[in-house]
């Protein structure tokens, strides 16, 4: 092509198509005196340009340790770091380069199982730390991977060690420990969880003021929710300044995405909680309830009547419900 400079139309197609490695994993934390390890690392992301890694020992420490192509072998216990080298990795002409350290122990020690340090169950669209305890403690590669192996009706997410579903329903996460079981042939140890998602309700939304004359039931107060709840779900009231214990006088109805509370007396000023139990799911809504107390307002009625009653009258108004989302 006249006027046309081929290398330079060469590296501008060339940057174009260029993928930059973002990260390489899959390399194991620990290792065994005297037992090879073969280093299989993961580069991140799969269609990088570049992935032919170099493998050095950047800082061998006490264990004697040296890389023969992708092999990994330490004499003795200690800290050693191996760095990897990826050419032109970044860009060309400049290469991705990460460090790894490696604790070598006398002997390999593989892992027996995996003890969860969260629950069987989470709320909704909160994020739930993912972390477990590995046994024996003093097991050789102790470096839990997380990723989610089936996330149901849940629409689950990861951020790192963060796991965040949106919607109810039952999401199982897996937990790799690579070489967790063997290294020489290498072997993971797997293992899954399941975590119940429940239904959070969204903030409740109550009356402000729920005026009661003096001697009479308190009228109700209703919560207006965004999700509505199964058939069966059912409602109660605690008093929390009793430890969670029933809140006399206070009954819960459940309809829809409503809850109704209602009471045949007075209750006293306090903090109360409100919840909603869906059946087979546990708990999916619960709502902190603050009940102000009552007031008083005195009617003067210069020597009038009001309703037929003379002279002058004090007469116990309102309780005040202030809902907030627990």
Known sequence: MPGCDLYTLRDYLEDRSFVPVRDITGIPSGAAAGVPLTLAPVIVPGDATNKAVSWAVSGAGATGASITGSTFTAVTSGTAVITARIANGL??????VKSFPITVTATFVPVEGINPLFGETAPSGVPLALAAAVEPEDATNRTVGWSIAYPGTTNASLDGDALTAPDAGAVTVRAVIINGI????????????????LKTAAPAVLQDTVEKPSGAPMPEAAFTLTNAFESGTEGKAYAAAEGDAPAPGISVAVSGSTLTLSHASDVPAGIYYVTATEPGKGESARTALT????????????????????????????????????
């Open 91 to 96: 860009a060309k002409g400049q290469d991705f």
């Open 182 to 197: 063997s290294q020489d042939p290498p072997e993971d140890f797997v293992t899954e969880f399941t975590i119940t998602i």
């Open 291 to 326: 009940v102000l107390g009552a007031y008083s307002v005195t009617y003067h009625l210069n020597g009038g009547t009001l309703d037929g009653h003379p002279g002058e009258e004090t007469v116990t108004e309102a309780f005040i419900w202030d809902g907030q989302p627990f």
